[in-house]
């Protein structure tokens, strides 16, 4: 998906930073991330909207700690709450508005190959009603 983004922004930009659901989190993809020089912010497990958040421990991190172990307090930290909690506002809401304002809630066709063109086609819908809700907006 990095890579893919890269190419989507275009050579003369770089991705320095990049968040991720927990569905992304292993190890590699971490040591992939920091060999791309780029800031990850991937989730490391599913937590419950009712679970309390653990505080950040102070100090030092020490130097024996696991890949997943770093990952979890970067995330706790002030720095790492504030960029994760720009998924919300950034991400999830285009997923929100396909499903449940248009409707789409499981693909039509099967193979991967046909999957992808139908969800090129969702994501194309969505963004043209934007832009045609936008020059509404923009007349008003």
């Not at 991330?33 to 937590?47: F, L, Q, R, V």
Request: glycine share 6%.
């Amino acid at each position: 998906m990095l890579d893919k983004s890269q190419q989507n922004v275009g050579e003369d930009k770089t991705i320095k930073a990049a968040s991720a659901d927990s569905s992304y989190y292993s190890e590699s993809n971490v040591k992939y991330a920091e060999g791309k020089k780029i800031d990850a912010y991937i989730a490391t497990e599913k937590i419950k909207h009712s679970d309390p958040v653990a505080a950040c421990p102070r100090g030092r991190m020490p130097k024996d700690l696991t890949v997943k172990q770093k990952m979890t307090r970067k995330l706790r930290t002030k720095k790492g709450c504030e960029t994760y909690s720009k998924r919300k506002s950034i991400v999830e809401p285009v997923f929100g508005q396909i499903k449940r304002a248009r409707g789409f809630v499981q693909f039509s066709l099967r193979g991967l190959e046909k999957m992808r063109g139908e969800w090129a086609i969702v994501c194309l819908t969505h963004n043209l009603l934007k832009l045609f809700r936008a020059q509404y907006a923009v007349a008003a």
